[in-house]
């Protein structure tokens, strides 16, 4: 039996000494994530990473930290967010598209950088191949060759015969655009299509941009894919509708919101599977020995609502060719 004063001593030894089975204290990674949209827009994909990263056992408050920086629209604003991001000194940046992922290049060559959303990342300098990176950055990409982009305009075709002029609403300033854009010109020549094409470079040129489409008499439009026409796919959505004008856009957001269809990757998807490398970054592996994920995976989405709205006889042929109907 032990008595009262050993007892006591026992319990003063074992406040002195820490308990051996103590856990060391939690490590708490501080991810930066950039985009040129505004929360609003971004808050699906915004979500759908954080979502991820938390099925991957992260917890915001408990093992990381978001240092969350959205442009609003202004391109010209994300140098700064991405200095922003460097002097933090974060353990990785998650990047929207290109103009964000070139930003956060000039910015910094050490910190490791995974694009959410890229095009055509060789071309564009932001590294060396999709099967060795090198480098900082890896990520996603979404488009795994330029005939990919020629397909929107095959559908649309297929969804109104009676086109024969189609508008490409395109940006001229990214490094492969004009590639893209004679995709879809030899492909409406195929069709027996003309094609206007109308540039866009801001936020603030769309108005003028259906306008100029309206005088042209084009019969449809081509929504060619584009960080700025993403951000803005409300805005292009209504315009359209306006003027009446089926359209086949780059993602199901579009067409969600009442744009007539869509073919593409997913890109909530793809801000999922940015969490993925991210978890592996922080684990030790290093950005450069990452390959690129290309999207192998493309939907048709049609909006059945929409269509009747534009007076569109959908041919049944074109029905079963899609992967998720809107009504």
């Known amino acids: 039996m032990i008595d009262r004063r050993c007892f006591l001593g026992v319990l003063a030894v074992t406040a002195i000494v820490p308990f051996s089975g103590a856990q060391p204290p939690v490590k708490v990674y501080r991810i930066g994530y950039i985009q040129t949209a505004t929360p609003d827009e971004q808050a699906h994909l915004t ?17 990381i930290v978001f240092e969350r920086r959205f442009a609003s629209g ?7 967010l991405a200095a922003e991001l460097v ?48 480098g900082n950055i890896t990520g996603l990409t979404s488009d795994p060759s330029p005939e990919f982009h020629g397909k929107r305009l095959e559908l649309l075709k297929a969804a109104v015969p009676r086109a024969t002029r189609a508008a490409l609403l395109w940006n001229p300033v990214p490094p ?11 492909a409406a020549l195929k069709l027996g299509m003309t094609v206007q094409v109308v540039e866009v470079r801001g936020r603030d040129e769309f108005e003028g941009a259906f306008s100029a489409i309206v005088r042209g008499r084009a019969d449809a439009v081509v929504v060619d894919s584009d960080p700025v ?16 004008l089926p359209a086949v856009y780059q993602a199901r957001e579009f067409v969600e919101i009442g744009g007539l269809m869509s073919y593409g990757d997913n890109v909530a998807h793809r801000f999922r599977r940015a969490a993925v490398y991210v978890d592996k970054i922080l684990q030790g592996t290093k950005p450069g020995e990452l390959p690129v994920e290309q999207a192998t995976k493309f939907e048709f989405v049609l909006n059945l609502k929409t269509a009747r709205q534009l007076g569109l006889a959908l041919p049944p042929s074109i029905l079963l060719r899609t992967d998720d109907v809107i009504q």
Not at 178 to 184: E, N, S, W
């Open 74 to 80: 202004k391109q010209e604003r994300l140098p700064e």
């Open 47 to 63: 979500k759908a990473f954080e979502d991820a990263l938390r099925e991957l056992g992260y917890a915001e408050g408990r093992n």
């Open 87 to 134: 002097k933090l000194d974060v353990d990785v940046i998650v990047t929207g598209a290109n103009p964000v992922i070139a930003a956060v290049k000039k910015a910094t060559t050490t910190i490791p950088v995974v694009m959410a959303a890229s095009r055509d990342p060789v071309g564009s300098g932001f590294i060396a191949s999709l099967a060795r990176p090198e």
């Open 229 to 244: 026409f993403f951000t803005a796919r409300s805005q292009i959505v209504q315009l359209a509708m306006k003027h009446q």
């Open 176 to 186: 492969s655009a004009q590639t893209y854009r004679k995709i879809v010109e030899d």
